[in-house]
């Protein structure tokens, strides 16, 4: 038989004091390739840089993570989420290899026009003074 889930109020996250002492980076790259694999191969790659930048201490967002199994929507419909999540962010991570996807070139444009901080490279990243956390390291057991 299958615990039940906990309920709402017994589940208990810390929260730093001040909830906005990790900026929160859109990550930006290649999704659509002309095949499966290659979509998957990006997929991959923007999981790591997510990974990657929470282990520096920011606070990522993957829109190719967002976007798996979302149905019936179609490109347009998924760039309309993707840009509201981005007006939300401090930045935006641009993959290397950006200026090859479309949907990228429009996500750092889209970051431009509204003010939004464009970060090319980690060492940018790094030296902007962008806020960050570094958070406990818990190995995976």
Request: with cysteine.
């Amino acid at each position: 038989m299958p615990k039940p889930a906990p309920s709402p109020t017994s589940i208990v996250i810390p929260i730093p004091a001040d909830c906005r002492t990790m900026a929160v980076l859109y990550v930006s790259g290649a999704i659509s390739a002309p095949t499966p694999a290659g979509v998957e191969g990006n997929v991959r790659a923007a999981r790591a840089w997510t990974t990657y930048l929470a282990e520096l201490g920011y606070a990522p967002i993957c829109p190719h993570t967002n976007i798996q199994d979302i149905g019936r929507l179609g490109y347009e419909d998924i760039m309309a989420v993707d840009f509201m999540l981005l007006g939300r962010c401090d930045g935006i991570f641009m993959m290397p290899g950006w200026e090859k996807s479309p949907g990228a070139v429009r996500e750092r444009t889209f970051a431009l026009g509204w003010g939004i901080r464009v970060y090319e490279s980690v060492d940018e990243l790094l030296a902007s003074g962008l806020k960050r956390q570094l958070l406990p390291f818990q190995p995976r057991g």
